[in-house]
T-cell receptor, first 116, second 111 residues
Framework: GAGVSQSPSNKVTEKGKDVELRCDPI?????LYWYRQSLGQGLEFLIY????????KSGLPSDRFSAERTGGSVSTLTIQRTQQEDSAVYLC??????????????FGEGSRLTVL | KQEVTQIPAALSVPEGENLVLNCSFT??????LQWFRQDPGKGLTSLLL???SQREQTSGRLNASLDKSSGRSTLYIAASQPGDSATYLC??????????WGAGTKLIIKP
């Protein structure tokens, strides 16, 4: 696609429910990143994928968070048993390569999650 | 551990002024440094990417410089316009794959 696409753009859910956030990276981009941005805060790294593999999951806040990527393209971030502190904007980014000096990151518009 | 500081935290200037946003980082072992802008409620838009071997990059009214040895980058905006109002973020990429983020400079251009 022309840019990184994320869905839903807004999600309101009740505490305890599961949510899935989707990211469709730029076509041909092998690296994919998930970040979280709480209100008025900086970006918090969650996880990145190289192809379908996630070499580093250390940024995931708890075991309620998981992510997968299939076909080296679309990625899904799943949050189980949501809590109010999970409320944030979840941003996805992709780049053509990682760990090289050509890896310019391109971001989606984000998915705003509100947990009531 | 890489730490990134952006100064000023906020800046409000009249339209038409030239301005400079500063970014400093503690670990000079970086692959590149990327400047982004973020509009309220939006994602991040990549502005410029400077490789570690480069000294500056230009795109339109924007010019970014990099002095890796001193751990500094500046973003110069010429002839500022109200549409430039946003938060500007710098993010150096270090020896791992991760970008380290500054807290940003919130820029307001007054018509």
């Amino acid at each position: 696609g022309a840019g990184v696409s994320q869905s839903p753009s807004n999600k309101v859910t009740e505490k305890g429910k599961d949510v899935e956030l989707r990211c469709d990276p730029i076509s041909g981009h092998t690296a994919l990143y998930w970040y979280r941005q709480s209100l008025g805060q900086g970006l918090e790294f969650l996880i990145y994928f190289q192809g379908n593999s996630a070499p580093d999951k250390s940024g995931l806040p708890s075991d309620r968070f998981s992510a997968e990527r299939t076909g080296g393209s679309v990625s899904t971030l799943t949050i189980q048993r949501t809590q109010q502190e999970d409320s944030a904007v979840y941003l996805c980014a992709s780049s053509f390569r990682w760990l090289t000096n050509t890896g310019e990151l391109f971001f989606g518009e984000g998915s705003r999650l509100t947990v009531l | 551990k890489q730490e990134v500081t952006q100064i000023p935290a906020a800046l409000s200037v009249p339209e038409g002024e030239n301005l400079v946003l500063n970014c400093s980082f503690t670990d000079s072992a970086i692959y590149n440094l990327q400047w982004f802008r973020q509009d309220p409620g939006k994602g991040l838009t990549s502005l410029l990417l400077i490789q570690s071997s480069q000294r500056e990059q230009t795109s339109g009214r924007l010019n970014a410089s990099l002095d890796k040895s001193s751990g500094r980058s500046t973003l110069y905006i010429a002839a500022s316009q109200p549409g430039d109002s946003a938060t500007y973020l710098c993010a150096p990429r270090g020896s791992n794959y991760q970008l380290i983020w500054g807290a940003g400079t919130k820029l307001i251009i007054k018509p």
